[in-house]
């Protein structure tokens, strides 16, 4: 049901479908999707990346594109290559090292200020995509900030391996959006990590919400509703971060 509401609120919006060279891996490029709304494009375009199991055009990533777009962001998902194979093999892979996954961040980052020269981008991104953004910002890449939706701070139930010692050169306002329920890092843990954030990191905590905000029954909320209202947190943080 998520993937097919997601499906009909991207149908009569404007979608180009791009491919972006990449070298050092076995994929000689990776494919990206550019969703637009249909007039007004916002001044900040969102280059979104997928998590470690979530091909871009997952349920999920396409409902949440789907929530952005309609709310005025052109929004850009890309593959790494490890799910560009995925993809065509039709089997699942495991992600593929941080240095060839940067490197294909930074190219899909330079081809989306290639297509929109003239917006600020915002590198947002679903657990590892949204980690892999954090690390070629921290490494002076060209974007104005950063959205992250449920960071991957630590594995499961192994709080001792936290991934957020690159958090102090990271000077680009942030929004973090993190489930209470999320295995991956809960909002004290996440709360505390930011305490050593370089620039100005906002988090915004979705209460039940588990890594992919899905909440307990009991909360009576569809998954869909839960999405739509994290996507107007982003709304209003960037048009509080970026008064036009």
Same mark, same amino acid.
């Given at each position: ?47 979104? !990346? ?117 958090? !102090? ?44 905000? !899905? ?20 709304? !209003? ?8």
């Amino acid at each position: 049901m998520l993937g097919e509401l997601a499906r009909l609120a991207l149908t009569d919006m404007p979608r180009s479908e791009l491919s972006i060279p990449i070298t050092g891996a076995q994929v000689a490029s990776v494919a990206a999707v550019l969703d637009a709304p249909d007039a007004n494009a916002r001044a900040s375009a969102i280059l979104f !990346a997928h998590g470690a199991g979530v091909d871009m055009l997952a349920p999920w990533m396409e409902s949440m594109a789907a929530q952005l777009v309609a709310r005025g962001f052109e929004v850009m998902r890309f593959r790494y290559p490890y799910m560009q194979r995925a993809h065509a093999e039709q089997r699942t892979l495991p992600p593929d090292r941080a240095p060839l996954l940067e490197a294909t961040h930074e190219s899909a980052l330079a081809e989306l200020r290639r297509l929109r020269p003239k917006q600020r981008v915002l590198l947002a991104g679903k657990s590892l995509g949204g980690r892999m953004g954090t690390l070629i910002a921290a490494k002076g890449a060209d974007c104005a900030g950063l959205v992250l939706f449920s960071y991957p701070l630590h594995p499961p139930r192994q709080p001792d391996k936290e991934r957020s010692e690159h958090f !102090a050169a990271l000077a680009q306002p942030a929004l973090f959006l993190q489930g209470t329920r999320d295995e991956f890092g809960g909002p004290d843990e996440l709360r505390a990590a930011l305490r050593r954030y370089g620039g100005r990191a906002t988090l915004s905590v979705v209460e039940g919400g588990d890594h992919s905000f !899905a909440v307990p029954k009991s909360m009576r909320l569809t998954l869909e509703a839960t999405l739509a209202d994290v996507s107007q947190r982003v709304d !209003a943080w960037e048009r509080a971060t970026w008064p036009e």
